[in-house]
Structure formats: structure tokens, C-alpha cells
């Protein structure tokens, strides 16, 4: 079984960056789809984005395309998120999501076999 922690959640300003990280332990990580999922304070958890198994298919929210960037290497058992040109609204807890059988479309909550215990960003004005 995959266990997921992520890092690099903080406080920064709106039109800054951040890159999160999402370290996997076990020998099977790459057989995951992977992904990351944000829940803002009284909302539901939402899909942002994932990344394929080996790496060559990626999809986005609407909300974060163009400016959010998914990637993995899979040698070192880890997904990144690189976010440029944070907003308010990106505000949330940010989860690492493992999937065994692969994202639909669009990726949902009920997919996630394996979650980490999130990452907080803010993003202040």
C-alpha cells in the first residue's frame, strides 16, 4: 500500500508561485495514476488535477489551466505541482490523490483510493 505526504503548502501573495510536493512510499508507485485535489474552508473537495501513470497524460480544472503544472517522476516516487499566479480563490487544502485504475473524466472524489493528509496554501491580496 501507498502512503502519500505532501509539502511546499504556505502563505504567499496573489501573482506568486508555489510548488508542492508529493512523496510516495512503497515499490508501486508508478503503478498509480496520480493527482491533487484542494477542499476550501466550507466547501467540498474539488479535482484540480492529474497525471497518468507514466506521466504522458495530464488533465486540469478549468480553474487552474494555464497556470497550474502537474508532473511526476516516477524514479523518485513523487508529483509535483508547480502553481504560478496564485489567487485568492486557490485558497485551500491541497490533497494528494493515488488512483489504481486510472482518473475519469473528469476525475472525482469517489475515484481516490489513496489520499495524503494535505498541505495548506493561502493566498492573501
Known amino acids: 500500500q501507498v502512503q502519500l505526504v505532501e509539502s511546499g503548502g504556505g502563505l504567499v501573495q496573489a501573482g506568486e508561485s508555489l510548488r508542492l510536493s508529493c512523496s510516495a512510499s512503497?515499490?508501486?508507485?508508478?503503478?498509480?495514476?496520480m493527482g491533487w485535489f484542494r477542499q476550501a474552508p466550507g466547501k467540498e473537495r474539488e479535482f484540480v488535477t492529474t497525471?497518468?501513470?507514466?506521466?504522458?497524460?495530464?488533465s486540469y480544472s478549468d480553474s487552474v489551466k494555464g497556470r497550474f503544472t502537474i508532473s511526476r517522476d516516477n524514479a523518485k516516487n513523487t508529483v509535483y505541482l508547480q502553481m504560478n499566479n496564485l489567487k485568492n480563490e486557490d485558497t485551500a487544502v491541497y490533497y494528494c490523490?493515488?488512483?489504481?485504475?486510472?482518473?475519469?473524466?473528469?476525475?472525482?472524489?469517489?475515484?481516490?483510493?489513496?489520499w495524503g493528509q494535505g498541505t495548506q496554501v493561502t493566498v492573501s491580496s
Open positions: 490523490a493515488a488512483d489504481r485504475t486510472g482518473w475519469g473524466s473528469p476525475p472525482r472524489v469517489r475515484e481516490v483510493d489513496i
Open positions: 512503497g515499490r508501486t508507485f508508478s503503478s498509480y495514476a
Open positions: 497525471v497518468s501513470r507514466s506521466g504522458g497524460a495530464t
